[in-house]
C-alpha cells in the first residue's frame, strides 16, 4: 500500500500548525505510519492462514475466525489512519484558496502566512474531526474485541463445529505488543489534539479581549 499522498497532505499542513500540531505529524508518522508499514503490516499479513482449530471439520475455522476477527486489526488501522489524515483536506483547500485570491491581488487577511479568520475557523474545525476520529476508532476497537487484548486460546462452538472446539491466534504476545502500542499513540494524538485547540482558542480569545480593552481606550 502506499501512502505517499499523507505525507504530501501533511507536509501541506505542516508550514501552517503550531507547534503542538507538528508533533501531532511526526507522531502520525514516525510513530503510528512507519511501524505500520515498517512491522505491524507483516505480522498480521497471514493471520487468517496461520489461525488453527483443533478440528478437520470444514467451514469450522472459517466461521470461527469471521466471529472473533469480524475486521483484520491491521486494516481497521489503516483505516484509522486515513480518517485522522482526512480532516486535514479541510486546512489544505482553505490555504489554497487563500494562496490563490492572494496571487490575484485579493487580500483577505492581514498577516498571510499565519492562522487567522477563516483559517482559524477550518483549522479548529480539522483539529475536532480528528479528535472525535480517533475516539470513535478507539471505542470501535474495544467493542469489537471486547477490549484491547489478543488471547493465546478462543473456544468456539458456532455451526458447523463439532461442539465446542479450541482456536489458536498466531503471535499473540507479539500482536498484544503492537495493539498496546496502537492504543497509546492513538491517546497521545487525542491528547495533543485536545491540547493545540485548547491553546488556539485560548490565544485567539486573548487576542481578541485585549483588542476591545485597546478600542476602549482610545
Known sequence: MSW???RDLMSGVNKYSTGIGRIWVAVVFMFRLLVYVAAAENIWKYEHDEFECNTKQPGCENVCFDHFF???HIRLW???LIMVSTPSLLVVFHVAYRENR???NQKLYRNPGKIEGGLLCTYLISLILKTAFEIVFLVLFYKLYNGFKIPHLVKCDIRPCPGTVDCYISKPTEKMVFLYFLVATSCLCILLNLSELSYLIFKYSIKCYLEKYMKKQQ
Open 78 to 80: 489503516a483505516l484509522q
Open 4 to 6: 505517499g499522498f499523507l
Open 70 to 72: 469480524p475486521v483484520s
Open 102 to 104: 492572494e496571487k490575484h
